[in-house]
């Protein structure tokens, strides 16, 4: 459902209706990655996985991904400050808005972006949850990304393809950084999408729905 607003960035809300005598649904501030935007099937089916495990989903678009739909052309995406600070607004409309625990997400660069705000003192939030986390550059793996995460003020999951080429489980061992500040599942056969070998019987919506959960669960403990 797309809720409409006259600030710098478009909406799209998916609130989930099921709460707890003592508190509302978890919200997540889903932010898309580097190629597709906010309503792209991606973003559309895990908003609506995570909705039914009970969790509202608030998704926006970066101003690089408006423009380029305005334009009608591929866009790079805007220098990272650029991203954090358009992603900080936007945590400060949704506590505006809501009045229940606020995690912070995202797919790929978004979730990358999430997890920078994870990082600083943000007062207000109560984690951040990452899917397919940008770990370096494919086929760079010297490029590593993970600087910021002993500077972690709040929980951080992060939920990976096992063949995701952004980042592998045999690349983890040089990096005991991942697993001390964030908690890390695999997808086994999944790639950055999550979609899996054919040969290993599984299938991207069954990879996907276990993400969802993942990360659901995630998120209702720490309410």
């Known amino acids: 459902m797309l809720a409409g607003d006259t600030q710098e960035a478009r909406w799209w809300r998916l609130e989930s209706g099921r709460s ?8 997540l501030l889903l932010a898309h990655g580097a190629g597709l935007g906010a309503d792209s099937p991606w973003m559309e089916s895990m908003s609506a996985a995570l909705v039914e495990r009970g969790i509202t989903v608030v ?19 805007d220098p990272m400050p650029a991203l954090a600070a ?10 505006a808005l809501y009045d229940a625990p606020l995690f912070v997400g995202g797919k790929s660069m978004g979730g990358r972006v999430a997890s920078l705000l994870a990082a600083e003192a943000a007062d207000g939030l109560a984690g951040a949850v990452c899917f397919g986390f940008p770990f ?26 096992s063949r995701d080429p952004f980042g592998k489980p045999v690349e983890m061992e040089a990096h005991p950084e991942v697993a001390r500040y964030a ?28 993400a969802a ?6 998120m209702h403990a720490i309410r």
């Open 20 to 27: 707890t005598d003592s508190a509302a649904a978890p919200v």
């Open 59 to 77: 998704r926006f678009e970066f101003p690089f991904m408006a423009r380029q739909r305005s334009e009608e052309r591929k866009r790079p995406p």
């Open 86 to 95: 358009c992603f900080r607004s936007q945590v400060d409309r949704a506590q």
């Open 136 to 161: 370096h550059p494919p086929a760079k793996p010297l490029s590593w990304r993970t600087g910021h995460f002993k500077d972690f003020k709040v929980p951080v999951k992060i939920i990976q393809g």
């Open 183 to 210: 908690s890390l599942e695999w997808l086994d056969s999944g790639d950055h999408d999550f979609r899996p070998l054919r040969r290993s019987g599984r299938c991207q919506a069954g990879l996907m729905d276990e």
């Open 213 to 218: 959960t993942l990360a659901a669960d995630f």
